[in-house]
């Protein structure tokens, strides 16, 4: 039996692996078990790997410290490739609240730690690594132990201290958000179904969503005009998707002449239908429906990609009389598609046009489900390497003397939400199944959850025995709470953000994996990662710089 208990506390690769099989195992189980019908979900994997190491049960620290980082790595992608969509559309629709909001989070940590230096008189280090760990922010942890060592106060400094005191804190900081999020919950008295069908609602009525109309041509100025003329007169993107003359109905290129009373239907955002009706004239009784005429509707799913490289406009292939695309949705967000528009594998397309241009129009797009269930590897990893390179590129501010860098966290995200937009111009398919995506997501973050917990459970324990441990516990509480409670009280009452919303916006803000994990499952969609990814960038950055500015200022 030597062999097994060495296979545990031997370090080495096959010790690790078991370790961290074991951790991830128990927490996810425990993950299910409910109290008063609540689950901490994948957060036991982090407590799972503070029990182990209390117990003895380390791995090799090169190794904790890789899996970890990777792990972080592979969630924070993997939600950039998920998310980065919706957050282009988010960033035209309200994010300068949001980030306002998001910055109110990291000040008011930043204000309630030095409130907390000048009434307990801790030295600075400790209340950053408080700071750090109340947030859950390991970047902050590391620029603030760089900062003191190129500013050469490691005598002065006790250097184990600051991860001590993160250590402490980490803990309460990954289930103190957690705990606001469902008191949150309680205090809006939250019903999940309706404040899904409430953000479905908000949504349809966003002005820049897409909608249908049919018009009479009455305008005695398009009389024998061609259809194009309108594009001059009306801003913004629409599509004529169905023409109807003297009771037949067809699909219209831009070179069709218009005649009296023709009935157009339009495509087009809510914002221009007021502007269309001016220019064209009144809605028609007459309702252009699929069923009449030779025209039909079908979505198409873009699995081809060919189909993927070149704006609309510029492939003649899309530009015949036969069928038009109307709508893409993409991300769960839909537009309405123009000659700049460039298809991304998996957008699903709206094509209206006769049964032969229906046809050719899935062929050009592929349709093919099949396709989509391998997903490219390479791309994936050259992103990682791209976010790998820009999180470690040093940022010079003026008047601080230390670079800040975004970190591993931060720049892999950046990339993914930018090549998740725009990686088909640069010809990296980034495309992958929601279920692919859920799967990646979910062995970063037990990868990260089960590090941290075997990292910081050894120390943990000791700590506590000791008056200081809980008295460093209590002040990170209040580091915790203090602007999660504020900020979100200003976000419901007088931004009159969603639950969802909330919740994003809170665990971006705190830079938390776990929590976006516990509000994804709670929530039931993707609505919280979106809002995470839009304020994710920006807190990393101000959590780094805060970090290294109290090290800096209040030595």
Not at 164 to 178: K, M, S
Not at 228 to 235: C, D, E, N, T
Not at 396 to 421: C, E, Q, T
Not at 532 to 542: F, G, Q
Request: aromatic share 10%.
């Amino acid at each position: 039996m030597n062999w097994l208990i060495e296979l545990f506390t031997n370090h080495g690769i096959a010790q690790t692996v078991v370790v961290y099989g074991c951790v991830i195992a128990i927490g996810v189980l425990l993950g299910k078990v409910k109290l008063f019908n609540v689950s901490l979900g994948i957060t036991w994997v982090l407590f799972a790997g503070i029990a182990a190491s209390h117990f003895g049960f380390t791995v090799d620290k090169q190794l904790e410290h890789f899996l970890k980082e990777f792990g972080l790595i592979l969630f924070v992608y993997s939600i950039g490739l998920q998310v980065g969509p919706g957050f282009f559309a988010s960033m035209k629709k309200q994010a300068l609240g949001i980030n306002l909001l998001a910055a109110c989070v990291v000040f008011l940590g930043v204000g309630t730690t030095i409130a907390l230096f000048y009434i307990t008189g801790n030295n600075i280090g400790i209340m950053t690594g408080l700071l750090s760990g109340a947030v859950t922010n390991t970047p902050g942890l590391g620029a603030a132990q760089q900062a003191v060592l190129d500013m050469g106060l490691e005598k002065q400094v006790n250097m184990s201290s600051i991860g001590l005191a993160y250590a402490i804190t980490y803990p309460f900081g990954v289930i103190g958000i957690i705990i606001v999020l469902l008191f949150f919950k309680r205090l809006f008295k939250v019903d999940l179904e309706r404040e899904q069908a409430k953000l479905r609602r908000l949504q349809q009525m966003d002005p820049s969503n897409p909608v249908a109309i049919n018009l009479q041509v009455t305008n005695e100025m398009l009389i024998n005009k061609p259809l194009k003329v309108l594009a001059s007169i009306v801003q913004g993107h629409y599509v004529v998707s169905r023409m109807c003359r003297d009771g037949e109905i067809f699909s219209p290129t831009p070179d069709t002449v218009l005649a009296k009373n023709d009935v157009l239907l339009f495509v087009a955002p809510k914002r221009s239908i007021a502007q269309l009706k001016l220019v064209v004239g009144a809605e028609s009784e007459l309702v252009l429906q699929r069923e009449r005429g030779t025209l039909s509707s079908r979505r198409i799913v873009v699995t081809n990609k060919t189909a993927t490289y070149k704006p609309l406009g510029r492939i003649r292939a899309y530009n015949q009389p036969d069928f038009n695309i109307t709508r893409i949705s993409r991300a769960g967000i839909e537009f309405i598609a123009n000659a700049n528009t460039m298809l991304n594998l998996g957008d699903q397309v709206t094509v209206v046009g006769s049964d032969a241009g229906i046809r050719r129009a899935t062929d050009l797009m592929g349709n093919s489900l099949k396709r989509l269930k391998h997903p490219e590897l390479g791309p994936i990893f050259i992103g990682i390497v791209l976010g790998v390179i820009l999180g470690s590129i040093p940022i010079f501010i003026p008047g601080v003397p230390v670079p800040v860098k975004i970190g591993l966290a931060g720049g892999p995200l950046i990339v993914a939400i930018l090549l998740s937009h725009f990686g088909n111009r640069l010809y990296l398919i980034n495309y992958t199944t929601h279920s692919a995506n859920l799967m990646l997501r979910e062995i970063g973050i037990v990868l990260f959850l089960a590090s941290v917990g075997l990292g910081s459970g050894e120390n943990f324990a000791e700590i506590l025995k000791s008056g200081t441990g809980w008295y460093w516990m209590g002040l990170g509480v209040f580091i915790t709470l203090i602007p999660l409670l504020t900020v979100g009280l200003l976000a419901r009452y007088v931004f009159r953000l969603s639950y969802f919303e909330i919740c994003g916006l809170l665990s971006g803000a705190s830079t938390d994996p776990p929590a976006l994990a516990f509000a994804i499952q709670t929530a039931g969609s993707d609505v919280p990662s979106v809002t995470y990814a839009t304020v994710y960038p920006l807190t990393m950055i101000l959590r780094i710089i805060t970090a290294e500015m109290l090290v800096m200022f209040f030595y």
